[in-house]
Each structure stands twice: as C-alpha cells, then as structure tokens.
C-alpha cells in the first residue's frame, strides 16, 4: 500500500488517521470491511455476475482494494477522491494490488455537475487527511492543522452526480464524504429508484434523521446504524431477509 506516514492526527488523546492505522495494524476496520464483502456476495447470490460498488469518499483505497479482489471475475468497483495527492496514492494502490476491475476518479461527488473548489493541506505535515471537510461546515472538525476554505486559497476540482453517470446497475453504495452525505444521495435520486443498491452512509457530520427521510422518499425501508455509519437496504431488496439485529450487533444469514 501507498501510505503517507503524515496521515495522522491526535485529538483529546485519541490517534486517527487512515495511513496511521495501516502503518501501525497493517489492516483498516477489518471488520467493516468484511461485513461489506458479504453483502457484495449475497448481491451476486441474488443478482447474478456483474455486481457494481461505488466507493465514494475512497481515500487511499482500503475498501476498493478489497471490494475489486474479491469480486475478481464477477465484479466491478468505481472509486471516486477528490483529493489529488490522495487520489494518487489510490490509483496506485489499485494498479499494484492488480485490481483490473476497478476504476478511479478524481473527482468529488456531489448534488450536480460542475466544479467545487477544495482546499489544500499540507501534506507534509501531520494531518488526518481523510477527515478533511470539502466544503466549510458550521462545525468544521480540524485535521490536525490549520486548513484554509478561503476563496482563492484552494484548488478547483471536478464535481460529479451518481445520477450523470446513467449507470445500468449498482448493488453497493458506500459514501464517506466529510458532511456532503446529502448532497450526494441527492445527486443519486434517480439511480437509487432505478438500481436499488445497498448503501452505507456515513453519519458522523450529517444529520441521520434527514439521511433516512431521503432514502425513505426514494424507496429504502430498513435502515441499520452501524457507528458512525448507517447500512439502508431497500423495500425492494432480496437481502433484507438476511440481515438481523441483536443487542446492537447486525448478522447476516
């Protein structure tokens, strides 16, 4: 894996940062990560080859890796970053992991088509870059160091909709965008009414209620938190008969 060893930020005495917890465990929320690969499988068990993720917010690559090899023969992953540096470590973490199946982008999603200026951290110094904020928050979480979102100050990058991309089939939705959650299943409305993919959304810096009154009006009726994610499975969506919940724990059957 392509890590920067700055990719690290201490706050109230807790240590965060993806490259951090692959330099330190070599591995990145094993146990999120398999879960995911289950639910990529059973999409497969129940729709056939030709599965589709979309890795949104991908950093480094962690999941597409994983997604890509395992789906090897009868899978596809799409990722997207929006930061370039970062961007380049995770091209070419799929190119050395030989992950044929899976594609990056720089680019971020979004509710639209356009361009979103974002802004520039210092990559040499020690910051949790996945933590970043595109898009200045109320209550932005620092990094680990001063960032500015002055105009001017940050570098334009494209800006994408799942719903541009007319996409004929999607089974797996995970959005790990700093905040601009909404924003993206917005942008997404169309393709979650017509494809139906399972989605693990990040709730961390968005609203939770709001996420599922959205999903809601577009078709998903179980919704599952899995700190700081929530796991929402459509009405119309086979695999809503193996998922369970016990004591806070989701099982699949």
Known sequence: MIVNRNDVAVKDGFTYGVGHQLLNTSCFDAGEI???????????HHFGDGVFAIDGGANVGVHSI????????????????????????LAGNLAINNCMNARAKLAALGERVGEIEIPQ???????????????EMKDTLSIGQDVSYASGRGVKVPMISIDAL??????????????????????????????APVILVE???????????????????DFYEIAPNMLAISERDPLRQHISQRDNVLYLG
């Open 166 to 195: 007319q996409l004929e089939r999607v089974d797996f939705l995970k959005i790990d965008v700093e905040g601009m959650e909404l924003d993206v299943l917005r942008g997404a409305e169309e393709t979650l009414k017509r494809c």
């Open 66 to 89: 994983e997604w890509a090899r395992r789906m090897y023969g009868w899978g596809r992953v799409l990722s997207f970053e929006a930061q370039e540096i970062v961007y380049y470590a």
């Open 203 to 221: 709730t961390l810096k968005t609203d939770a209620q709001d996420i599922r009154k959205l999903l809601a009006d577009v078709g998903y009726a």
């Open 34 to 44: 398999a879960f995911v690969l289950q639910l990529l499988e059973l999409r497969r």
């Open 121 to 135: 951290p210092d990559y040499y110094a020690a910051g949790s870059f996945g933590s970043l904020e595109l898009r």
